[in-house]
């Protein structure tokens, strides 16, 4: 694979044994020897919802794997409707990479971090460090569903670019500038082999396990006590979806866990901090273990 721009990159296919094809994308140094980051998306996103920009300043050190889980975007099957089923099937597509080793990094950003929480409890031997975007622990209090204005702006079957800038960027002219900027990369960049869009049945099926996760369980906040790797957790001083408060708590659960929370931001802080982020995360994913 060659250094690329994630913008240019092919969409590749890799069928796994639970019989799903996976659409991905692969990207960064063609030296194998390092652990590969496998990212994990967004709420109704898919191979194209990445920010190019954040995608070729994390690849500039490393390998980078992005991917539609199974039944979003261009993988086949049916969403499931629970983090936990959608852990497992992501857990499917890593072994289907046949990665030396069969560890990897893990990042993910919203739904995609509650993911990656479970793929670290349940398989916590392929994950040698986590790093969590915009990320809240199960059952915490408050996160049973999000605020009206979120999921009145991101939920509907259509949403405009002025409802994805009001959830993923502060009103700020600078945070808004950035937005912009991201538009233009994600919508604007590709116009050709882009990754088929999600439909409403991902969307309702990743709002139930959005649901479920926030049922208020304070037993469960515990299960992270268990994870041994190191973790990042970061998140924008101002997002409106996954509260900034919520990252504190992840912290405090996490033994070896490490906050940082980026100024003048909301849920798109590392899109709009692109190249910030991207050091931050490649200084603790170069860190002592």
Same mark, same amino acid.
């Given at each position: 694979?060659? %250094?690329?721009? +994630?913008? =240019?990159? %092919? ?12 659409a991905?994308? =692969? ?16 709420? #109704? ?5 990445? =920010? !190019?920009?954040?995608? *070729?300043a ?5 390998? /980078? ?17 629970t983090? &936990? ?14 990665? *030396?080793?069969? &560890?990897?990094?893990?990042l ?19 994950? #040698?460090?986590? @790093?969590?975007? !915009? ?13 009206? &204005? @979120? ?6 079957? &259509?949403?405009? %670019?002025?409802?994805y ?9 600078? !945070? ?10 994600i +919508?604007g960049?590709? !116009? ?9 049945a ?28 190191? /973790? ?6 101002? =997002? %409106?979806?996954?509260?900034?408060h919520?990252?504190h ?14 100024? *003048? ?9 692109h ?6 995360? *490649? ?5 002592? #273990?």
């Amino acid at each position: 694979m060659e %250094p690329n721009s +994630y913008s =240019d990159l %092919p969409n590749e296919r890799v069928k796994a044994a639970n019989g799903i094809d996976y659409a991905y994308r =692969d990207t960064g140094p063609t030296d194998d020897s390092g652990v590969p980051l496998v990212l994990l998306q967004h709420f #109704r996103g898919n191979l194209d919802n990445w =920010d !190019s920009a954040l995608i *070729d300043a994390l690849a500039s050190a490393r390998r /980078v794997i992005t991917f539609d889980n199974a039944g979003v975007g261009g993988s086949t099957g049916t969403t499931p409707n629970t983090v &936990e089923q959608m852990a497992l099937d992501a857990i499917a597509f890593i072994k289907a990479l046949d990665l *030396d080793g069969g &560890e990897v990094d893990l990042l993910g950003f919203s739904l995609g971090s509650f993911v990656a929480q479970q793929i670290a409890l349940v398989r916590p031997a392929i994950v #040698r460090r986590l @790093v969590l975007a !915009s990320s809240a622990p199960q059952g915490a209090a408050g996160m049973h569903g999000w605020a009206p &204005e @979120v999921i009145g702006a991101i939920g509907d079957p &259509e949403t405009s %670019p002025e409802e994805y800038l009001s959830v993923f960027f502060t009103g700020s002219p600078a !945070s808004m500038q950035a937005g912009g900027q991201t538009l233009q990369r994600i +919508y604007g960049a590709r !116009s050709e082999d882009r990754d088929t869009a999600t439909n409403w049945a991902t969307r309702e099926a990743q709002y139930d396990a959005v649901c479920t996760w926030g049922i208020p369980d304070h037993a469960k906040l515990q299960r992270l006590s268990c994870l041994k790797m190191p /973790v990042f957790v970061a998140n924008g001083d101002s =997002d %409106p979806m996954i509260l900034p408060h919520y990252s504190h708590l992840l912290a405090g659960l996490i033994p070896q866990a490490d906050v940082k929370i980026y100024p *003048d931001a909301a849920h798109g802080f590392l899109f709009q901090h692109h190249a910030e982020f991207a050091a931050d995360v *490649d200084a603790f994913l170069g860190g002592p #273990r």
